[in-house]
């Protein structure tokens, strides 16, 4: 989660420098800021790539595993960890084709890279077709191979469909106006998630003290929560690259109109979802647990979801 949130520093900042240069109509400049942001992202991506497969053991360590655990999880943070540089060129190839409105786009990708990893997982764990008994590596083969298929197709879209002309001696041609307007608008925005992902681990590490059956209740909460997430995250996203797009342009009396109008719009859509969520508590912790202290207790988080979700639009929007 850490490494997705800092390759986001990348992603995040050349997304919304595009959207403002595509609303300034300097198409021009796309093509050598793109190329630099991909290359970026790459070298830091193979910069943690390399940590993660010199330093496992270390990083391991930490998490107090049990031996026979720990060789599995060696395996496969070398495997999937190794490849990570792949992850931080998808992320910023998505948020670039998502920052010229293709966003339908990276959602069939993404839902085609999810039935690859799961076809992949089923392959490897159970052995099918003639395929070896893999188990965990088998699943860390198939995450890297799902996340390259991604990575190529999501390349093609990039120049055939966004029409986004590389120059690949740009990648090692960096304009030093480009890194830091982009390093000057990503790393404040990802700041905050970075700081958000610190704070839940903290408060995990505390649920875990009050033991297991805790530790799972909040598990399923956030797992039926995340659903409330994503329309906010959405909405987000997609106000992101218009407001970008007005500010390029100059238009700053509408981006303003715009934010606001769309936080309307993304309150409503939240709360409406919570109350959803809230009606159907019991039987939504019904799917995870048929155990009566943590569908209480569950169901009594949900309903302070009334409280913080709604508020979360805020800060996303």
Known sequence: MFAFLLFNFVAVGSAVVITQYLGAQLRNEIGKLVATSLSMNLLFGLMISMNMIFFSNQILQMFDLDPSLFSLAKSYLIIAGGSLFNQAVMITVTAIIQSHGFTKYTMFVAIGINIIHIVGNYLFIYGALGVPKLGVVGVAISTVISICIGLFINLHVLTRKVRVSLNWKNLFRWKQDHVKKILKIGMPASASNLSYS????????????????????????????????????????????????????????????????????????????????????????????????????????????????????????
């Open 198 to 317: 610190a704070n839940q681990i903290v408060t995990t590490a505390f649920i875990v003290s009050l033991g297991a059956e805790m530790l799972s209740t909040r598990i399923y909460t956030q797992n039926i929560m995340f659903f409330i997430m994503v329309l906010a995250i959405s909405m987000g996203r997609g106000v992101q690259i218009i407001v970008g797009h007005l500010v390029g342009a100059g238009e700053k009396e509408e981006a303003y109109k715009q934010t606001f109008l769309n936080l309307r719009r993304s309150l409503l859509i939240t709360i409406s979802a919570v109350f959803i969520i809230c009606l159907f508590r019991k039987q939504l912790f019904g799917l995870f647990t048929n155990d009566d202290d943590n569908i209480a207790i569950g169901s009594l988080l949900l309903l302070m979801g009334f409280l913080l979700e709604p508020e979360r639009n805020f800060n996303i929007l």
